[in-house]
């Protein structure tokens, strides 16, 4: 696919009546723009259970617990029986099985797996989420499940899991997919596809740094992953059109001890499913 067309895919993710109230907020006020801008941000689109997954549906002991830091209560699912666990989390409008042919070879292996709906997404409740909430919720399992062998994060998901061993979370090893990195080039990339002129990149960001009283910039993946010390296993597709491969780079570039998987035809989700991505996992986490 050419790079004018892998552009013209990206707009049309953005619904016309969307697109459309953007337009006429933004010819009245800057302001309106802007909060609805930050609504969209923060509110996940709720997918349909691919049949892929409905084996790690049914099969899963689910439940749902309180994340004290957020009062807000999640999903969660142990898939298997073991004493060797490891996290798994989704990414932004995803779901706790998502990494469900991952889960199974990580079965095989001897491991549980424990993932979860994060707030706003697949069976947990509410209407909008943030990367905090992520974290939080990640930080909350490991006081449940007392410890964890291993992380494994996809898209924003791979950024909470940095995050979170920022804040302590104690692993042996994590891997990312698709990560993303710099939250302004996030927050740039969403107001280019509301069509939306730069300067909202930062009215959003400054919204939010006044919402939640704190620096967007400190939760970027590059930070946290220059205070890890662990070994961190990065993978990323070439040709991944949600989150551009430049961020798997620069996470790397900061690790202390990291090994960099880029894939070539597999894009922000196929990636997920990939027999030799995830053979490479079961390499890194053997070792």
Same mark, same amino acid.
């Given at each position: 696919?050419?790079?004018?067309k892998?552009?013209?895919?990206?707009?049309?993710?953005?619904?016309?009546?969307?697109?459309?109230?953007?337009?006429?907020?933004?010819?009245?006020?800057?302001?309106?723009t802007?909060?609805?801008?930050?609504?969209?941000?923060?509110?996940?689109?709720?997918?349909?259970?691919?049949?892929r997954? @409905?084996?790690?549906?049914?099969?899963?002991?689910?439940?749902?617990?309180?994340?004290?830091?957020?009062?807000?209560e999640?999903?969660?699912?142990?898939?298997?029986?073991?004493?060797?666990?490891?996290? @798994?989390?989704?990414?932004?409008?995803?779901r706790?099985?998502?990494?469900?042919?991952?889960?199974?070879e990580?079965?095989?292996?001897?491991?549980?797996?424990?993932?979860?709906?994060?707030?706003?997404?697949?069976?947990?409740k509410?209407?909008?989420?943030?990367?905090?909430?992520? #974290?939080?919720?990640?930080?909350?399992?490991?006081?449940?499940?007392?410890?964890?062998?291993?992380? #494994?994060?996809?898209?924003l998901?791979?950024?909470?899991v940095?995050?979170?061993?920022k804040?302590?979370?104690?692993v042996?090893?994590?891997?990312?997919?698709?990560?993303?990195?710099?939250?302004?080039?996030?927050?740039?990339?969403?107001?280019?596809?509301?069509?939306?002129?730069?300067?909202?990149?930062?009215k959003?960001?400054?919204?939010?740094?006044?919402?939640?009283?704190?620096?967007?910039?400190?939760?970027?993946?590059?930070?946290?992953?220059?205070?890890?010390?662990?070994?961190?296993?990065?993978?990323?597709?070439?040709?991944?059109?949600?989150?551009?491969?430049?961020?798997?780079?620069?996470?790397?570039?900061?690790?202390?001890?990291?090994?960099? @998987? #880029?894939?070539?035809?597999?894009?922000h989700?196929?990636?997920?499913g990939?027999?030799?991505?995830?053979?490479?996992?079961?390499e890194?986490?053997?070792?």
């Amino acid at each position: 696919m050419s790079k004018k067309k892998q552009k013209q895919a990206q707009v049309i993710e953005i619904p016309k009546a969307i697109l459309f109230t953007t337009k006429f907020l933004h010819a009245i006020s800057p302001s309106l723009t802007t909060k609805f801008a930050a609504k969209l941000f923060t509110t996940p689109i709720r997918h349909k259970l691919p049949k892929r997954e @409905l084996h790690m549906e049914h099969e899963s002991v689910q439940k749902s617990i309180m994340v004290s830091a957020i009062n807000k209560e999640i999903v969660i699912y142990e898939y298997g029986k073991s004493d060797k666990k490891v996290l @798994l989390v989704h990414g932004w409008s995803g779901r706790g099985t998502q990494l469900v042919k991952i889960a199974d070879e990580l079965l095989k292996m001897g491991y549980m797996t424990i993932s979860f709906d994060a707030p706003a997404h697949g069976k947990s409740k509410g209407n909008y989420s943030i990367m905090t909430e992520f #974290i939080a919720s990640i930080l909350e399992l490991e006081k449940q499940y007392n410890s964890f062998e291993y992380a #494994i994060g996809h898209s924003l998901g791979g950024m909470s899991v940095l995050n979170a061993i920022k804040q302590n979370l104690q692993v042996k090893k994590a891997v990312t997919i698709g990560a993303g990195d710099v939250i302004q080039d996030i927050i740039d990339d969403f107001i280019k596809k509301l069509q939306l002129k730069p300067e909202y990149g930062m009215k959003l960001r400054d919204h939010f740094e006044n919402r939640f009283a704190g620096k967007m910039d400190d939760y970027s993946a590059y930070k946290a992953a220059a205070e890890i010390k662990i070994p961190v296993l990065i993978m990323h597709d070439k040709k991944d059109d949600d989150v551009s491969v430049k961020a798997a780079y620069h996470i790397h570039e900061n690790l202390q001890g990291s090994e960099l @998987l #880029i894939t070539e035809g597999l894009g922000h989700r196929k990636i997920l499913g990939d027999e030799a991505v995830i053979n490479k996992i079961k390499e890194f986490i053997s070792k």
